[in-house]
Nanobody, 116 residues
Framework: EVQLQASGGGLVQAGGSLRLSCAASGFTFDDFAIGWFRQAPGKEREGVSCISSSDGRIYYADSVKGRFTISSDNAKNTVYLQMNSLKPEDTAVYFC?????????WGQGTLVTVSS
């Protein structure tokens, strides 16, 4: 059974930090691109960051560049999203996603709330 378990969300003041974790199981982790998406109230889901374990490519949305860092621990089948200098506009439910060709897996979300 494919599982993506996101954790690490919470309430933080503006300027603070959080680290999200996405623990994966049930598929060959190294072959997939693992990404983080977020959805704020009343808005569409948007891509935040993505990492490809096979070739090391990393993507960041412009809105988080310089503040967020994605990393992967292949031994633990876990991807992390270190979020620094958080802003109220970062408030959203964050989802992790694993994608390879036609395979597209989603985990449950973890809520990040940034107070001003």
């Amino acid at each position: 059974e494919v599982q993506l378990q996101a954790s690490g969300g919470g309430l933080v003041q503006a300027g603070g930090s959080l680290r999200l974790s996405c623990a994966a199981s049930g598929f060959t982790f190294d072959d997939f691109a693992i990404g983080w998406f977020r959805q704020a109230p009343g808005k569409e889901r948007e891509g935040v960051s993505c990492i490809s374990s096979s070739d090391g490519r990393i993507y960041y949305a412009d809105s988080v560049k310089g503040r967020f860092t994605i990393s992967s621990d292949n031994a633990k089948n876990t991807v992390y999203l270190q979020m620094n200098s958080l802003k109220p506009e970062d408030t959203a439910v964050y989802f992790c996603n694993a994608r390879l060709g036609v395979y597209d897996y989603w985990g449950q979300g973890t809520l990040v709330t940034v107070s001003s």
